[in-house]
């Protein structure tokens, strides 16, 4: 049968795919034209910023950070460029230690570059580059550069760096710079400064570096660049400009500084000198110290272990935070409380049996026998302890403690540093809050008789110490401990003062210091004053206080160093002005377990003020047969002229000679 085609039916069917597809083109073109309406009309603003924004790059500028110079413009801390080999660990194609091993093969990288490597690593965000090597030689830069295409995620970028001249001179001053870890990254964003740390890698860590973090840092600048699709640079269409830092101008005589710690030689201690009048610290020495130049690039584990874990504490900013009993450096303190509280007159006197009964117990002097008759002014030249005995037990513990607070002890100085401790100044409530049961927590009788010699719960900063015998110095007038002194704008060079005017003035009689001043200059001109011979043929005035503390308790048994480890033998202090008609130095310090103050304190004294008030250096030593005199320190050159320290030996303590006739040290 022959089957006819549906010709109509065919035909519909056509017009229907037809009408069909015409609809779905028509569909289709209307979504491009709504999707081409929502990108160019709707959303043009945004898509055009985005487009604008992958043309155009902002690229932050670093400010240079100040300069840190002293009192007399020797530059302590600077800034250099140098190339830098570094690491972004999320851009690594292949295994971390393999891509090393590499890289060694055409730039240097010992052992210290990989443990620094390390540790910066566990402290860094992995989209972070982070430095394998520092101050690449030209050699480097260009053998990398030949063989870049092979090291994905690793780049050479030029930086500044900071550097320290001067090495572990002033370290705790000065402290140091270090990569800006998670933590503190953190901070600054909670802070709203990150914006201005983009594209800064380092911080201040430590000393005025911290301290005066937001002036040395200066305002990063900006600069808009337009680049290809590629990222590359094709021209710079905006700059604004950093403003640098402000530079630092410390307080600080840097060579008074080189002579004290020189004078400490390999003994433990602290010294804080001020000027009187200012509040300038014109020395602040903690020994042993510290090269910050190991921090700047990031320490690497072996050196962070070497110091973090020494006996002798070198990261221990000693003035700052370390706390001593102040011996009989408190008695001119008590001698002036006595005066000022009706207490005492300058001519009462006592007979010194050579102890002190209280209560059944016995208090003994340190001089057998006693010192005889004593009066105040004798109290203080031979450092006679049962005379305080008897004054403290009269006065009382909340006299002694309301006295001592007007002169800042065991209340913090303020000083321009973090972390400083406040110290013990012992008091009824004091004890209370400090111990927990009720039979520790009385006060008692006893208690009190330590504390009058400098003894017992008393513990107090170097710097507390040297900021009170300043107070004392300049007549009761407060100034504010400061180790800058000025602050220079990085932009207009415009200098302000840190501290412009005094904090406070202690409401004492002058007649009362006028006495005490002269009792303390009885210390060193007497014949029988404990810092005679240390200051003997000086070509000035001093007062002075030596001062003897123990470190541990004896429980009755008689002292002998010998028998004790070095590290419980008793501490040398002294605290001293001068001239003493007109002070322009006052200074408190200890050394550490060496014993009597008058034997080891005041000779680092006496050499101190030689220099600042004479210009004398302490002379070589001589040298033993056989042995060569080790090499004195460089002379600073000029500001701005390049810094070299050779590695010396310090200078071993050069003592005074005493004259034929002066009496032997007492131990004070």
């Known amino acids: 049968m022959t089957e006819f085609k549906d010709n109509d039916r065919e035909i519909h069917q056509f017009r229907l795919r037809l009408t069909a597809m015409v609809g779905l083109v028509f569909i289709c073109f209307g979504l491009l034209v709504a999707r081409f309406v929502w990108l160019q009309v709707l959303r043009h603003d945004q898509f055009a910023l985005q487009a604008e924004d992958n043309r155009i790059a902002l690229v932050p500028i670093v400010p240079n950070r100040g300069l840190i110079v002293d009192r007399n413009g020797v530059v302590l801390a600077r800034n250099y460029s140098a190339y830098t080999l570094e690491i972004t660990p999320s851009k690594l194609q292949a295994n971390l230690e393999s891509v090393i091993d590499e890289l060694s093969k055409l730039v240097a990288i010992d052992a210290r570059d990989r443990r620094r490597f390390k540790r910066l690593l566990e402290e860094s965000r992995s989209f972070a580059s982070v430095p394998l090597r520092t101050r690449l030689t030209d050699d480097e830069v260009a053998r990398f550069t030949a063989q870049r295409f092979r090291f994905p995620g690793v780049e050479v970028q030029a930086r500044l760096f900071r550097q320290y001249p001067l090495g572990d001179t002033a370290s705790h001053v000065i402290g140091y710079i270090g990569r800006i870890n998670q933590r503190e990254a953190a901070q600054l964003e909670d802070d709203g400064l990150d914006a201005n740390y983009k594209g800064t890698e380092h911080i201040g860590k430590e000393g005025v570096e911290k301290k005066y973090e937001s002036y040395l840092h200066g305002t990063t600048g900006y600069e808009q660049v337009e680049r290809t699709a590629g990222g590359r640079a094709i021209r710079t269409l905006s700059r604004t400009a950093p403003v640098p830092g402000s530079n630092l101008i410390l307080s600080i005589d840097i060579e008074l500084q080189k002579v004290v710690e020189e004078a400490f030689g390999e003994n433990r201690g602290a010294l804080v000198a001020i000027e009187p009048s200012t509040g300038d610290v014109l020395a602040y020495v903690s020994r042993p110290g510290y090269d910050p130049n190991l921090f700047v690039d990031g320490i690497d584990t072996q050196s962070w272990n070497e110091l973090n874990t020494s006996l002798d504490r070198p990261l221990m900013n000693r003035p700052l935070s370390g706390t001593y009993p102040p011996g009989s450096t408190f008695k001119p303190f008590m001698a002036l409380a006595a005066l000022e509280m009706g207490f005492r007159k300058p001519s009462d ?67 321009d540093l973090e972390h400083e401790k406040t110290g013990v100044l012992p008091s009824k409530e004091w004890k209370a809050r400090r111990f927990k049961t009720r039979a520790t927590q009385k006060w008692l009788g006893g208690d009190t008789i330590s504390i009058s010699i400098g003894q017992g719960f008393n513990n107090y900063s170097m710097i507390q110490l040297a900021h009170a015998v300043s107070t004392l110095a300049n007549n009761g007038v407060v100034m504010k401990p400061h180790l800058v002194k000025m602050i220079e704008d990085g932009a207009t060079r415009q200098r302000t003062l840190t501290v ?167 131990k004070e």
């Open 500 to 666: 412009p005017k005094e904090t406070r003035r202690i409401a004492l009689k002058q007649e009362n210091i006028d006495f005490i001043k002269h009792t303390m200059v009885g210390v060193t001109q007497e014949a029988s004053g404990t810092g005679r011979r240390a200051f003997a043929g000086a070509g000035y005035i001093s007062a002075g206080k030596t001062g003897t503390a123990q470190v541990i308790g004896l429980k009755g048994q008689k002292y002998n160093a010998n028998a004790i480890d070095e590290r419980h033998r008793d501490n040398a202090l002294y605290v001293a002005f001068a001239p003493a008609d007109n002070p322009k130095i006052a200074l408190a310090l200890i050394v550490e377990n060496v014993g009597f103050g008058a034997s080891f304190a005041a000779p680092i004294a006496r050499k101190a003020m030689d220099y600042y008030l004479l210009g004398k250096r302490p002379a070589p030593p001589k040298p033993k047969d056989g042995q060569a005199v080790p090499a004195p320190r460089a002379v600073t050159p000029a500001p701005g002229a390049p810094v070299a320290v050779p590695a010396a030996a310090p200078a071993p303590i050069v003592q005074a000679a005493a004259p034929a006739a002066a009496p032997a040290p007492r």
């Open 349 to 415: 006197g006592i007979r010194d049996p050579g102890f002190f009964m209280l209560g059944g117990h016995r208090f003994n002097d340190d001089k057998p026998g006693g010192h005889g008759y004593v009066d105040m002014y004798k109290s203080v030249v031979e450092s006679c302890d049962t005379y305080y005995y008897q004054l403290g037990n009269e006065m009382g513990i909340d006299n002694i403690s309301r006295f001592m607070g007007e002169f800042g002890f065991g209340h913090p100085t303020g000083i």
